[in-house]
């Protein structure tokens, strides 16, 4: 039986997001959580019935693309299986349909580049650069690189995750939005700076800094509960990097050799801090791209 595989990693917020320039840019990084998705020939079935409007809209884009018959969809299934926590700001959605869009490729032998899948899925919604395998500054309403950074010096990651979800679209849609936006352009511009030299010079201080200044003043859009709370804790037990998700309600905190993280997780764990972040765990940092699993 025929059979297309799909794998897409989510993300732990992003390490800055805001205005760059004449546009809005974020700059994110993959976690070892993923979405999968498998379509395979199964008679008189309908794959329409099982995937979500974003889901089907991006396949049927592939379908129209490569001049593939729309109705050949009537005989197929699928399955979607995911990793990612939803509406936490770690990419959950984009990864579904990234994961659906690699079954697509596979299924019918065809091959589209990060850069076609992602100018793609920005036409859908704004996205996010983990189809690129590589963290870059991104723009998630064109789906476009702007600039290709490298990888992390950072290994792994530990997660403070709430119960409290928020639905990005509902706050990208606020009149607010782009105002505050505006108002945070000159730390967010510094940040990218930083974020960039801190990079090319592999200067996790750089990265550190940047971070948290894209954090902070991403305080007037939404509030990071404890956040400077976080940043103190963290000081103390020689962390990496300390992130946000910018439109969401996850918190990262790189975990460098030097750090501590037996004395980090008690720190947190036992303060009020584990009040707001009911799930602590450690993930190991990946590179983004589609890929195919059997």
Sequence with gaps: MKSGFGVCPGTCGELVQGLMAKGEYISSYCIDLY???????????????????????????????????????????????????????????????????????????????PEEISD????????????????????????????????????????????????????????QYYDKLNKNKIFTETAFKMLKKGFKKEDLRLIKSACENSALANESIKNTPFLRNLIECANKCDYGFLNIAHTGTVVGIGISQKTDLEKLTY????????????????????????????
Excluded: H
């Excluded at 979607?80 to 490729?105: E, H, R, W, Y």
């Excluded at 707001?276 to 450690?282: A, G, M």
């Design 35 to 113: 979405s999968k998705a498998k379509i395979f020939e199964k008679s008189n079935s309908d794959i329409k019935n099982k995937l979500g409007k974003k889901s089907l809209t991006a396949i049927e884009m592939i379908l129209d693309r490569f001049s593939i018959d729309k109705n050949s969809l009537n005989n197929l299934d699928i399955e979607i299986t995911s990793q990612i926590p939803k509406g936490k700001g770690m990419a959950s959605s984009t990864a579904d349909i990234g994961a659906c869009i690699m079954a697509t490729l596979d299924f019918y032998d065809i091959y589209m580049s």
């Design 120 to 175: 793609m899925v920005a036409k859908i919604e704004p996205t996010d650069s983990i189809y690129y395998p590589e963290v870059c500054i991104f723009d998630p309403l064109k789906g476009q690189k702007k600039i290709s950074l490298g990888y992390l010096p950072i290994e792994k990651v530990l997660i403070l995750e709430p119960n409290l979800k928020i639905n990005t679209v509902s706050i990208r849609a606020s009149k």
């Design 267 to 294: 720190e947190i764990t036992n303060s009020d801090i584990s009040k707001i972040y009911k799930k602590i765990y450690l993930c190991d940092v990946v590179r983004g791209g589609l890929r195919k699993e059997g």
